[in-house]
């Protein structure tokens, strides 16, 4: 199994950058898909970006201004938040889950890993 803990989140002007970082530890650490996930209010959770074996997803609303990356030796996941908007505003969390076909439309039945998230506020 895997345990996740996110840090990073913060408020931040519209335009602004911020970069979230999520700690992993587990013994099949190496062996998951990992994603990022977002839900604001009254909304469903969202899939944001996700990574494979150094292949990345994004979803439309955040490509190329967002950017996931991951140091394996530091077992970290980060998030690299740039040109932010406020509807960036959301809880983001960090999410595992086992390699599966169609990892990339980032569904949250697959992930079944989760940390405890970190609020992103972006103001206007």
């Known amino acids: 199994q895997v345990q996740l803990v996110e840090s990073g989140g913060g408020s931040v002007q519209s335009g602004g950058s911020l970069r979230l970082s999520c700690a992993a530890s587990?013994?099949?650490?190496?062996?998951?898909?990992m994603g990022w996930f977002r839900q604001a209010p009254g909304k469903e959770r969202q899939g944001v970006a996700g990574?494979?074996?150094?292949?990345?997803t994004y979803a439309d609303s955040v490509k190329g201004r967002f950017t996931i990356s991951q140091d394996s030796a530091k077992n970290t996941l980060y998030l690299q938040m740039n040109s932010l908007k406020p509807e960036d505003t959301a809880m983001y969390y960090c999410a595992a889950g086992p390699r599966t076909y169609g990892w990339w439309l980032l569904r949250t039945p697959d992930f079944p890993y989760w940390g405890q998230g970190t609020q992103v506020t972006v103001s206007s």
């Open positions: 990574i494979s074996d150094g292949t990345t």
């Open positions: 587990g013994d099949h650490y190496s062996r998951y898909c």
